[in-house]
């Protein structure tokens, strides 16, 4: 996994530079992360596929390194929305409205769908949020990399990169209504409308448009 200079350079500050010892203290300091985001996100250890509930977990330890951000929980939801409204609050939250959508909807239709899949579409359709947001002495405010890339782009680069297949990829990219393109899968459209349905409830309690009433 490539990380950049800066975020190398700030883990590396103060560690033994023997190769031995300085790959040493990378693994465990991984190994931390990850118990980390497994703690503000318990949603991805219900994911059953250990290698998919891995690869969630890798991909955002990846968003993290790439971030500015010093703790994963301060990352806000929105920078239109007030700081209590936080990145992990809503990923936790979709992913449990769109396990329980799985759960009404395939035997209420006789459908198929996975619930491992749309877990994983749910836990990553945010992440991209980690690099698109940075601070300020004003408060949270889009990243050079929140202007210049889609919302979106970078978790679908980071799946990819990651192995993930390209209808996981889709979901993600599809969530937004600034896609251009619209869920086709069934994993893809539960969490299009999972991530509607708490995003509005958040914007109407601040007294914000919904996302219902726009147009990408």
């Known amino acids: 996994m490539a990380l950049d200079g800066a975020i190398l350079a700030n883990l590396a500050s103060g560690w033994p530079q023997s190769g031995a010892r300085l790959g040493e203290r990378m693994t465990n300091n991984a190994d931390v992360g990850i118990e980390r985001i497994r703690e503000v996100l318990p949603e991805i250890s219900r994911i059953e596929d250990a290698k998919l509930s891995d690869a969630v977990a890798r991909i955002w330890l990846r968003a993290w390194r790439s971030s500015a951000w010093a703790e994963l929980a301060s990352v806000p939801k929105s920078v239109d929305l007030p700081a209590k409204r936080t990145l992990v609050t809503h990923t936790s939250a979709v992913a449990r409205i769109a396990g329980h959508m799985v759960d009404v ?36 405010r889009a990243s050079r990399a929140g202007r210049l890339y889609q919302h979106g782009f970078l978790g679908a680069h980071w799946m990819e990169d990651e192995g993930l297949d390209e209808e996981l990829v889709h979901g993600v990219l599809a969530h937004t209504p600034v896609s251009a393109v619209v869920p086709q899968t069934h994993e893809a459209v539960i969490v299009h ?5 708490d995003s509005d409830v958040q914007l109407l309690d601040a007294g914000q448009r919904l996302f219902c009433k726009r147009r990408a």
């Open 193 to 197: 409308y999972a991530d509607f349905a």
């Open 105 to 140: 909807l395939a035997p209420a239709h006789g459908l198929t769908i996975s619930k491992d899949r749309t877990l994983a579409i749910a836990l990553l359709h945010d992440v991209s949020k980690v690099a698109e947001f940075e601070q300020s002495p004003s408060g949270a």
